[in-house]
């Protein structure tokens, strides 16, 4: 059932760190699903008030894996959640869109800046990705909960939960505008500067 299903996922028996994620064998099962962000420091501007508390983590986000099939008859996505968790944690904020998010808030504190690289089409942190993993690794844990078609269970907990990190069907949160005009004024400040090369990703 979906209320059990967010029972599992606002109460985790544990969360994992960056570095327990990334060990191998990962502790995060190949397989579709719902995961939570879990945050020690919080990002600039934004308040623990109403969100779900784990210790003395504060849940900000939750992301699933894979995404809908697409209804216009496309390859449905191949991706499960240790790939995107793991990605969330090694990547750059043009494949993750919580790496964006935090990039933009923490941007000033961890001095770095959004930037357009190789052809101008795409985004990135381009050297403070690392910083921002390194961040991550200090502030960011994860949770999950295996699920076929968690896009289902994605709308109940946008819905009843405060998820101040979640932008797409999140519009009701009080934080939306204030993270939607940070990412845009960190876009719009990357297209006034020129590309750069593109650079490696943010580093295991």
Same mark, same amino acid.
């Given at each position: 059932?979906?209320? !059990? ?19 191998? +064998?990962?502790?995060?099962? &190949? ?24 210790? !003395? ?9 894979? !995404? ?5 008859? %496309?390859?449905? *996505? ?29 941007? !000033? ?23 921002? *993993? &390194? ?12 699920? =076929? %078609? ?20 999140? *519009? ?12 845009? *004024?960190? &876009? ?6 020129? =590309?750069? +090369?593109? +650079? &490696?990703?943010?580093?295991?």
């Amino acid at each position: 059932m979906v209320t !059990d299903a967010i029972g599992l996922f606002v109460n985790p028996v544990r969360v994992f760190s960056r570095q327990e994620v990334l060990t191998s +064998p990962s502790p995060v099962p &190949a397989e579709d699903g719902v995961y939570g962000w879990w945050f020690r420091q919080l990002p600039p501007l934004v308040k623990p008030s109403g969100c779900c508390q784990h210790q !003395d983590l504060t849940l900000l986000y939750a992301g699933i894996s894979p !995404d809908q099939p697409p209804a216009n008859g %496309r390859r449905p *996505s191949t991706q499960n959640i240790q790939k995107r968790i793991k990605y969330h944690y090694t990547g750059n904020a043009e494949g993750s869109t919580l790496r964006k998010t935090l990039g933009c808030l923490l941007a !000033d504190e961890l001095g770095i800046q959004l930037r357009r690289v190789g052809t101008g089409n795409r985004m990135t942190f381009v050297g403070g990705e690392q910083a921002l *993993s &390194a961040w991550m690794a200090d502030n960011a844990y994860v949770s999950w909960v295996v699920r =076929t %078609r968690p896009w289902e269970l994605e709308d109940y907990l946008i819905g009843a939960l405060n998820l101040p990190l979640n932008l797409k069907g999140n *519009s009701r949160n009080q934080f939306h505008p204030v993270l939607r005009a940070a990412r845009a *004024s960190c &876009a719009a400040q990357a297209k006034t500067l020129p =590309t750069v +090369p593109n +650079p &490696a990703i943010g580093s295991r």
